[in-house]
């Protein structure tokens, strides 16, 4: 997996409790396999919620 492109960014949202918007940060990435998926995170978010979405064609790069 190293030197490869992530087909999935690993995120959390929590709520900022002082204006109400969602805040989306960044924890790992994952990479589709033989019919499994790899997830690697560099956190464990505290409200136990991750969140996998397909990066950006500015993140690919």
């Known amino acids: 997996m190293k030197g490869q492109t992530p ?3 690993a ?3 929590v ?3 002082e204006t109400g918007k969602d ?3 960044n924890i790992g990435v994952a990479f589709d396999g033989n019919g499994t998926v790899t997830v690697l995170v560099d956190a464990v ?3 136990g919620k991750i969140i996998l979405h397909r990066p950006r064609k500015k993140e690919e790069t």
């Open 7 to 9: 087909d999935w960014r």
């Open 23 to 25: 805040r989306w940060t």
């Open 45 to 47: 978010p505290v409200n």
């Open 15 to 17: 709520t900022d409790p």
């Open 11 to 13: 995120s959390t949202v």
